[in-house]
């Protein structure tokens, strides 16, 4: 039995406590990143003080790393500005290059060890940091290549049961790199044990991206974990729960050529997932309060183009300046509209609200 405690253990359970999921997403992931700095700006702390449990997939994994880590959300949008071109190989022969390579193993995909020296380098001093010395309730989510298992990285509950697989002292970072490995992008990684190395120890895995398969958004299993493995320490009555997701698009008229069609089919399956975990929370784990919080862009956006990155950005600002955080932390319910991104298009929703019992209320 791990000795292992919650970080909000000694906390009342008259005290709400907040949960949150972070969507995978790829670039689009500067777009949480945002919305959590300006979280950061009004309550004059680092985004990772308000929560007591994060979760995240693919590049919300990054971010969950981050704010669990300690790291300010303004640092992780910086990571997303600065730090991606030492990830994304986007030079002008990469592409042929890559494509003679496909019929080669593996030729096309990045190796995902630039992803793990950006992710330690983020992590500062804090880069060699286990899952269970986290300053809170972290899960991450990936899938095992060779069983085809979807595991949840977590620091160690205090009272796991029989099942439970022990994931605590896993490395941070190398979790968050395995749910990151997209295998559209990313080689496959192996998770360690040893923190600073990623070629010793003792290895599980390997891993790829954990929105393969239904974790595209993890909240349902989040909120599995905090209510049902974490002894206690965790009400459904006395959590409220926050999802953030990276923005989805859709084309706006049918797909033509094989090609397209293929990724309209993958992107539709991975937006499916997002939505039945957002009813399966609203359905039959009704917390205290429930936000689930996205901004449509209008289009389909690719999570790996650099040149996305300027209008993403601005599509983080506009949707940070919609969300009104002083209400979530409330725990009250604030529809809301933003305006289009991007401008040519028409007005977009951002979707925020909680369970039905709950007032639903305007913006001031």
């Known amino acids: 039995m791990s000795d292992h405690r919650s970080p909000y253990d000694e906390k009342t359970t008259t005290d709400p406590k907040f949960l949150l999921s972070l969507d995978g997403g790829g670039l689009r992931g500067i777009i949480p990143a945002m919305v959590?700095?300006?979280?950061?700006?009004?309550?004059?702390?680092?985004?990772?003080?308000?929560?007591?449990?994060?979760?995240?997939?693919?590049?919300?994994?990054?971010?969950?790393?981050?704010?669990?880590?300690g790291v300010p959300a303004s640092e992780i949008v910086r990571l997303y500005a600065e730090g991606s071109a030492r990830v994304i190989d986007e030079n002008w022969w990469s592409w042929p290059v890559r494509q003679v390579r496909f019929y080669?193993?593996?030729?096309?995909q990045q190796h995902s060890a630039r992803l793990y020296e950006l992710i330690r380098d983020t992590l500062g001093e804090?880069?060699?940091?286990?899952?269970?010395?986290?300053?809170?309730?972290?899960?991450?989510?990936?899938?095992?290549?060779?069983?085809?298992?979807?595991?949840?990285?977590?620091?160690?509950?205090?009272?796991?049961?029989?099942?439970?697989?022990?994931?605590?002292?896993?490395?941070?970072?190398?979790?968050?790199?395995?749910?990151?490995?997209?295998?559209?992008?990313?080689?496959?990684?192996?998770?360690?044990?040893?923190?600073?190395?990623?070629?010793?120890?003792?290895?599980?895995?390997?891993?790829?991206?954990?929105?393969?398969?239904?974790?595209?958004?993890?909240?349902?299993?989040?909120?599995?974990?905090?209510?049902?493995?974490?002894?206690?320490?965790?009400?459904?009555?006395?959590?409220?729960?926050?999802?953030?997701?990276?923005?989805?698009?859709?084309e706006r008229q049918a797909p033509r050529g094989l090609g397209r069609w293929i990724r309209w089919t993958f992107q539709e399956m991975v937006d499916s997932s997002v939505e039945q975990q957002i009813r399966l929370v609203r359905r039959y784990c009704q917390p205290r309060a429930f936000y689930r919080i996205n901004i449509d862009l209008g289009r389909a956006v690719r999570r790996d183009r650099l040149a996305s990155l300027k209008g993403l950005r601005r599509c983080g600002e506009t949707l940070a300046n919609a969300v009104d955080w002083e209400a979530i932390l409330a725990g009250e319910t604030t529809p809301f509209t933003v305006p289009a991104w991007p401008t040519p298009m028409p007005p977009l929703a951002v979707h925020c609200g909680g369970p039905s019992r709950l007032p639903l209320r305007t913006p001031r």
């Open 104 to 108: 080669l193993h593996r030729g096309w």
């Open 36 to 69: 959590l700095a300006k979280l950061e700006a009004q309550t004059g702390r680092p985004a990772g003080e308000t929560f007591a449990f994060v979760a995240g997939t693919s590049t919300g994994a990054i971010i969950a790393a981050g704010l669990a880590a």
């Open 126 to 250: 804090q880069r060699d940091m286990r899952l269970n010395d986290a300053s809170m309730d972290v899960m991450i989510t990936a899938r095992h290549v060779d069983s085809g298992e979807h595991w949840h990285f977590t620091n160690d509950p205090p009272d796991p049961s029989p099942l439970y697989v022990p994931t605590g002292s896993l490395s941070l970072a190398h979790c968050a790199v395995a749910s990151s490995a997209e295998p559209m992008f990313f080689s496959p990684w192996a998770v360690n044990d040893d923190p600073a190395r990623h070629d010793q120890g003792i290895q599980v895995g390997p891993f790829v991206d954990g929105g393969v398969g239904f974790d595209a958004n993890p909240v349902y299993h989040a909120c599995l974990e905090a209510f049902e493995n974490r002894g206690g320490t965790y009400t459904a009555a006395e959590t409220i729960v926050v999802s953030l997701g990276s923005g989805s698009g859709r």
